[in-house]
């Protein structure tokens, strides 16, 4: 029997990279898994048949995380269609880079409505219904850059990433009583088109040389390492743990401080 056996999950941005793996990983635990996606619909629903063709159960369902009404109206049809939402993981995200020189007003504005106001809607859209049945499994994921590593060309992304961490904490505290666990996890470099886009290779290389070199571990991540996380903070395995923002970096050394 899955760790995850009964359960239903919702995994924002699931159509690829962590979420891809997230989905998969949950799915093969057992749990019902919706992959959410806004654009790579076809993506999204080859996760879904590779979850089906292993047994499992899954939809892909379109949700645009920086509007309200879409996320409601997503989390609506999987109410209906599976009675419940055990689990929610916001992934959704989006990486534009730049710096408190050059950045772009609507590069801000895109990564503070997806990667902060997603969180925001989607727990408040899930919320309620947790509340009803006392059980939850809230699971943000935030990065190394919001905890202050020393990343050049990210500080406006990173803004936004020590936004969900702090949220998380929030969210822990105030759905606490309820039965309702809020956990964060803050990856490192994973290899991912998110983290290498609008990149050219030797440029990607670079990066990953760098991040090798910086971790104790001298590797980067890869979207199993997280989705193995995840997993522990889905599962009953963290049911005493709230409030809390894991880091998997592989050992990272290169912050800025070690204060929040």
């Known amino acids: 029997m899955g760790k995850l056996e009964g359960r239903v999950a919702i995994v924002t941005g699931g159509s690829r990279g962590i979420g891809q793996a997230i ?23 080859k996760v879904v048949e590779q979850i089906q063709t292993n047994g499992g159960t899954a939809s892909a369902l379109q949700a645009d995380m920086a ?23 916001n992934n959704a995200g989006i990486l534009l880079h730049s710096d408190v020189l050059s950045f772009a007003d609507e590069d ?41 590593t020393a990343a ?25 009583s309820y039965g309702i666990n809020v956990n964060a996890i803050a990856p490192g470099l994973i290899k991912t088109d998110l983290i290498l886009k609008g990149v050219s290779p030797d440029v990607a290389e670079g990066i990953i040389k760098y991040c090798e070199k910086a971790s104790m571990l001298r ?7 997280v989705a193995n996380a995840a997993l522990f903070l889905a599962s009953d395995d963290s049911s005493f743990m709230t409030g809390q923002v894991i880091t998997v970096d592989g050992g990272r050394m290169d912050f800025l401080s070690h204060s929040l």
Not at 108 to 133: D, F, Q
């Open 67 to 89: 509007d309200r009404k879409s996320v409601e109206h997503m989390v609506s049809i999987v109410l209906d269609q599976f009675g419940k939402v055990d689990i929610l993981v």
């Open 219 to 225: 590797r980067v991540g890869e979207p199993q390492d």
């Open 108 to 148: 801000v504005e895109m990564m503070w409505s997806i990667n902060v106001k997603g969180v925001l809607y989607c727990t408040r859209a899930v919320a309620p219904h947790m509340i009803r049945n006392k059980y939850g499994k809230i699971i943000n994921l935030s990065s190394i850059a919001g905890l202050g």
């Open 23 to 45: 989905a998969l990983t949950f799915a093969k635990e057992g749990a019902d898994v919706i992959v959410n996606y806004v654009k790579q619909k076809r993506q999204a629903e």
């Open 152 to 176: 050049a060309a990210t500080t406006p992304y990173a803004a936004t990433k020590a936004a969900v961490a702090v949220l998380t904490k929030r969210f822990a505290l105030e759905l606490g």
